[in-house]
């Protein structure tokens, strides 16, 4: 391990690896968005799987063991082949372009812009020089007290941006009626 870290210049391996991780995180989340290789929904999906991956990393880094474990098995194994299946049962072709209607560019403003004042207040309200690591590392006990204690308010927004992936995935596969 030292000699990993005389070669990374002095740098801690898990300085670089947190490096890592947060930038496949950004770059595999913009690709699910913005994707230039194709407009196939399926190679969105990969790329969410990469980034879900990439976030365990972050989390095994914080020695959030159960955190990692769970997001892999929940989100990488069992939303995203859902998301999945319901992409590859009803036959996408490659996504057409179509226009971008009004209500549907305002409203998703609105609900990023609400959504960063929501993220920003619990970001203020937060002291980040406080230790709000559990007692036992990885435990569960601790982590589900301070979920639903001190983080309920990012827990919600959480829940309701995964329902937005849903409605999204629903208006994906739904068929134009002309």
Do not use: W
């Not at 996504?95 to 209607?101: A, G, S, T, V």
């Not at 007290?145 to 308010?153: A, C, D, E, H, S």
Request: charge should be positive.
């Amino acid at each position: 391990m030292e000699a990993l870290n005389n070669l990374l210049g002095g740098t801690a391996v898990p300085d670089v690896l947190f490096y890592v991780f947060a930038a496949l995180t950004l770059l595999c989340a913009v690709l699910v968005v913005a994707n230039p290789f194709n407009r196939n929904p399926v190679t969105s999906a990969m790329f969410l799987v990469l980034t879900i991956i990439s976030m365990s990393g972050l989390f095994l880094l914080l020695h959030a063991y159960f955190l990692a474990a769970v997001q892999i098995l929940v989100y990488a194994g069992a939303v995203i082949v859902l998301f999945l299946f319901v992409i590859m049962l009803l036959d996408l072709k490659e996504e057409q372009r179509r226009r971008i209607k009004f209500f549907g560019l305002v409203a998703g403003l609105l609900s990023v812009g609400m959504i960063t004042v929501i993220f920003l207040k619990a970001l203020d309200r937060t002291n980040l020089n406080a230790q709000a690591s559990p007692t036992i590392e990885g435990g569960t006990a601790a982590l589900g007290k301070l979920l639903f204690t001190q983080y309920i308010l990012p827990f919600e927004v959480v829940s309701i941006l995964l329902l937005v992936a849903m409605i999204g995935v629903i208006l994906l596969s739904k068929k134009d009626l002309k």
